[in-house]
């Protein structure tokens, strides 16, 4: 038995030290370099290249290296092959102090500030304050309400939405299709933070923006995905969406020719609003490696049907 390590990026020596600190002696394989594909039960795998689960024949387990399972392939996978997501309080933790530096960045102002000072421009303008600004977050799962139960206690009006009925403390909870629009009208900011599903895929469109308030700004932490390029691009130009800040996009890197590299109001960041922490989440992995050796159920399944 062994665990291979399929990960896109730079990481994989560190996931590789960190597992064997932990489980010394256990084979730990970087992919491709692989002795000997038929000994591996046991995937740790972050946006793999599609069909990499074939050349494992004998596979039990694939988790992901963070939050978001939407980069596994799931329609591909074998149904006897248990799937499972990190869930770690760094990641909620970073998480909102990402959405609070862009809320309060554009509430006090800042990128126009930066604009006026390359323009040698003094400009003072009126700003918001939290008591008087409501934001919506969309999806409430274990980072979404994280975020929106922080935002309370900064004093902001929350509200919330999720496809099936959430309960939360101090913010107005909406479920369902139905009453989506319903929980975006009017609202200062809107933070997405659903996983990518069949059902959100493409949720952030046109009818989406067209039922936003004049002057909404729009957060997306979620997945590229979820928005329509050019349903937003438009929404911008007129007026209905007053800014974005796009943590993640499509296809990333974010192509050198895409629009959204020009278009005023949109601040882009690298995909990195929170990223997993290696050494507060291997715990989750090496438990979940030795909870599959001893047939027992494993930390923080993914339901195939959900699609997260």
């Not at 509430?107 to 400009?123: A, G, Q, T, V």
């Not at 303008?125 to 934001?135: A, G, L, N, S």
């Not at 159920?297 to 997260?308: A, D, I, M, T």
Request: net charge negative; proline share 5%.
């Amino acid at each position: 038995m062994s665990i291979a390590l399929v990960i896109s990026g730079i990481r994989s020596n560190d996931w590789k030290t960190e597992i064997l600190n932990l489980l010394p002696g256990t084979k730990v394989e970087i992919y491709p370099h692989i002795e000997d594909f038929k000994t591996v039960d046991f995937i740790l795998a972050w946006k793999p290249d599609q069909g990499y689960h074939n050349q494992f024949p004998n596979l039990k387990v694939i988790q992901s290296a963070g939050a978001g399972v939407d980069h596994l392939y799931l329609d591909l996978l074998p149904e006897q092959v248990t799937i499972c997501k990190i869930v770690d309080p760094m990641l909620q933790k970073d998480m909102l102090e990402h959405v609070l530096t862009c809320i309060l960045s554009s509430m006090k102002n800042f990128p126009d500030y930066f604009s006026d000072k390359c323009l040698k421009r003094w400009r003072p303008q009126e700003y918001q304050t939290i008591e008087d600004v409501t934001v919506t977050v969309l999806g409430l799962g274990k980072i979404g309400s994280y975020v929106a139960t922080g935002l309370v206690r900064f004093g902001f009006n929350v509200r919330g939405w999720s496809s099936s009925p959430k309960d939360l403390e101090g913010i107005a909870c909406f479920s369902g299709q139905g009453s989506l629009y319903e929980s975006v009208r009017d609202a200062d900011f809107i933070i997405n933070i659903l996983p990518l599903t069949a059902d959100t895929s493409g949720i952030l469109n046109g009818y989406f923006f067209q039922a936003c308030g004049p002057g909404t700004v729009l957060l997306n932490v979620g997945r590229g995905g979820h928005v329509v390029d050019r349903d937003l691009l438009e929404a911008m130009d007129s007026g209905n969406i007053k800014a974005a800040y796009l943590d993640v996009f499509q296809h990333e890197p974010l192509p050198e020719e895409h629009p959204f590299w020009q278009a005023k109001n949109l601040f882009l960041t690298p995909h990195v609003a929170s990223r997993t922490n290696i050494k507060s989440s291997v715990g989750q992995v090496v438990e979940n490696y030795k909870r599959m050796m001893h047939n027992q159920p494993l930390l923080n399944e993914v339901s195939r049907k959900k699609g997260y």
